[in-house]
C-alpha cells in the first residue's frame, strides 16, 4: 500500500498534544492548510523538513520504509498450519523466515557503516 503522507503527518501532530493553531504558525501558514495538508498524499520536501522539525519525527524515514515493504511483496509467502501463520521469504532461491532475513539484513547495515 502506498505512504500517505498527510495522514502519518495528521497521525504524529495529534500525538505531539500542539494546538492547531501553534502548529500552523510554526508552519508559517493557515489552520485550513494545515487540514489541506492532512488530505495530501504528497508534499514538497521543504515543507515535510519543517513539518519533521516541528514535530520532531523523521517523516522521510517512512518513504525508505514503504519502498523496501513494496519491493518484499514478491517475495513473501503466507503459510498456516495449526493455527499459526508464518512468513517466509525468498532470497537468492532459499526460503527462510523474516527473522532470519532481518538479521542477515542488520549484519550487512552493521559491516557497511
Given at each position: 500500500m502506498a505512504l500517505h503522507i498527510g495522514r502519518e503527518i495528521e497521525i504524529r501532530y495529534k500525538e505531539s498534544g500542539l494546538k492547531l493553531s501553534e502548529f500552523a504558525k510554526r508552519l508559517n501558514t493557515s489552520s485550513r492548510n494545515v487540514y489541506d495538508i492532512f488530505e495530501r498524499s504528497e508534499i514538497k520536501t521543504d515543507q515535510l523538513e519543517r513539518i519533521s522539525k516541528i514535530l520532531n519525527f523523521n517523516f522521510f524515514s517512512l518513504y525508505q520504509a514503504s519502498g523496501v515493504q513494496e519491493a518484499?511483496?514478491?517475495?513473501?509467502?503466507?503459510?498456516?498450519?495449526?493455527?499459526?501463520?508464518?512468513?517466509?521469504?525468498?532470497?537468492?532461491?532459499?526460503?527462510?523466515?523474516?527473522?532470519?532475513?532481518f538479521h542477515k539484513l542488520t549484519l550487512i547495515n552493521k559491516a557497511m557503516n
Open positions: 518484499l511483496v514478491p517475495y513473501v509467502t503466507r503459510k498456516e498450519k495449526n493455527n499459526t501463520i508464518s512468513i517466509m521469504v525468498e532470497l537468492d532461491g532459499q526460503e527462510s523466515t523474516l527473522n532470519q532475513w
